[in-house]
């Protein structure tokens, strides 16, 4: 049980990995079929998921195979040991005849127990454990100490980027300046940075380089209360 256990676990991660991948794809196509068919690109999406599936499938075959190599024949391996034990033990005591009924039972109740090993050694539940304990284990979000309210809604940003991934920035050394009371739309492609503007502005990442100022202070020295409440007498800039 041990080593299907350490065989089977990194095989069970790619299955998980591979069928969430093809759930993001499907929701990906169902929800931008509009814009997918407008642009003409039904053919490289249909290859991404054929390449996923096609992924699932070699790790699905691999998960198979070692149950079969493995986790069954142990299984029925230790269902015939106990039904021979039981003929032996019987044959040997010198016991009187058993009857068909409780031989059936036995026979059945062997059968139920097999179910219950198996659930005990699938790694489905663990790998899917580890992906959520994986998020609920990470870093909480550090925020200020600076307890004052905001007095404006003047925003400076300077030199800043910002990279979801470390070797790929989406922001690159943006200035931007708004006073207070001022109203700023920012306006592009889908995928330019306005929403990752905004978020970061909110505090929901952390950027790599440059500074966020609100009201002259630094976004980070700020505490969550402070960025989350704003006072209804004080006159904030807009940002569209």
């Known amino acids: 049980m041990v080593i299907y256990q350490r065989l089977s676990t990194p095989i069970v991660r790619r299955v998980c990995t ?15 079929m509009t814009i997918i068919q407008q642009l003409r690109q039904r053919a490289r999406f249909g290859e991404k998921m054929l390449a996923v599936n096609r992924q699932h499938y070699i790790a699905r075959m691999q998960a198979l195979k070692l149950d079969s190599i493995l986790l069954r024949p142990l299984l029925n391996l230790f269902s015939a040991l106990t039904l021979c034990g039981l003929i032996l033990l019987f044959g040997f005591k010198g016991i009187d005849v058993i009857g068909v009924g409780v031989l059936y039972a036995f026979i059945n109740y062997l059968g139920r127990l097999n179910e219950p090993l198996i659930k005990l ?8 454990g580890e992906r959520i304990f994986e998020l ?18 003047r925003v400076d940003m300077k030199k800043l980027s910002f990279a979801y991934r470390d070797d790929k920035y989406v922001l690159y050394d943006i200035d931007l300046q708004i006073e207070d009371n001022e109203f700023v739309a920012l306006v592009g492609h889908t995928g ?7 978020n970061l502005l ?3 990442y952390p950027w790599q380089k440059g500074q966020i100022l609100l009201d002259g202070r630094p976004l980070s020295s700020l505490s969550h209360q402070v960025l989350r409440n704003l006072l209804p007498s004080c006159s904030k800039s807009r940002l569209f």
């Open 18 to 32: 591979y069928l969430a991948d093809i759930n993001d794809g499907f929701n990906e196509i169902i929800n931008g």
């Open 121 to 128: 050694t699938s790694q489905q539940a663990v790998v899917s």
């Open 136 to 153: 609920i284990d990470s870093p909480r979000q550090c925020y200020g100490c600076d307890q004052l309210p905001l007095l404006s809604g």
């Open 192 to 198: 330019r940075g306005k929403s990752t503007i905004t």
């Open 202 to 204: 909110m505090g929901y």
